[in-house]
């Protein structure tokens, strides 16, 4: 199971029904993504919200993405091997909005590899990790003074009251599904992205991929009724998170 979703407004996917099947008591999103083989900081940041430009390879499905702060300042530039399939291999770089790198790391075959390395807005080192295919085998940081100091976990996700399983519950109990619409067989899945900000706030739902009008609406209602998050944070900082929530509508037999 791939956890990331990407396109040009790349945001890290839960898929629901793989959730409930992997899921344990007390699992929280904490546990549950980072049992996955791929974990990518596309995710975090206001980066989603971004201008981006993309070059494709003269031939093949390869491309360079870089994005953009409103300024015009470069925020952030990658590369996929395969662009349609959101396989990374390459470097990927971002910037502060004043021109000082804020994060190096690099990508084979869509696994982190090598040296990971994030710095302070003045251009001071804060943190260097190493990874062989997607494992972290060392990490140390720094305070803006050069102290050394505990490095904190790189990737924190937000968490939702009581876990992995309230969140499921929650979307499946707050979620109505028309009754018209049962008789007429519309069924399917409402994709909605959303932002999970530095307040654990859900902020700027939307319609990803639609079903039907209705259903689209129910779908956001639900999702921005999911109050009380704990914020996510990258290395150590808070930090917004998008997330692509599937909101299923399905017909069970022999009712409405």
Not at 70 to 79: A, I, K, N, T
């Amino acid at each position: 199971m791939r956890l990331s979703s990407f396109s040009l407004s790349t945001v890290l996917a839960l898929t629901l029904a793989t959730a409930a099947q992997a899921q344990q008591p007390g699992q929280t999103l904490n546990d549950f993504y980072h049992q996955q083989p791929f974990l990518s900081t596309l995710g975090f940041g206001p980066g989603v919200q971004f201008r981006a430009d993309t070059v494709r390879a003269e031939t093949g499905p390869g491309a360079v993405v870089k994005k953009y702060f409103p300024s015009g300042q470069l925020y952030e530039q990658f590369v996929y091997a395969n662009l349609k399939k959101g396989i990374m291999n390459g470097q990927h770089t971002r910037w502060y909005e004043n021109g000082q790198v804020q994060l190096n790391e690099h990508y084979s075959a869509d696994e982190l590899n090598g040296e990971l390395t994030t710095y302070y807005p003045t251009g001071t080192l804060k943190r260097r990790s190493t990874y062989t295919s997607g494992k972290q085998l060392t990490a140390s940081s720094l305070t803006p003074d050069r102290a050394a100091l505990p490095a904190p976990e790189l990737l924190v996700f937000p968490e939702y009251p009581g876990g992995l399983m309230a969140l499921l519950t929650t979307v499946q109990h707050r979620t109505n599904y028309p009754r018209p619409l049962i008789r007429q067989g519309v069924a399917g899945k409402v994709q909605v992205e959303f932002k999970v900000d530095t307040q654990g706030r859900v902020q700027q739902a939307h319609v990803r991929k639609s079903l039907h009008p209705d259903l689209d609406a129910e779908a956001l209602r639900v999702v921005n009724s999911l109050h009380g998050w704990t914020p996510g944070r990258l290395d150590g900082e808070l930090a917004d998170v998008w997330f692509t929530l599937p909101v299923t509508f399905a017909i069970r037999q022999g009712g409405l």
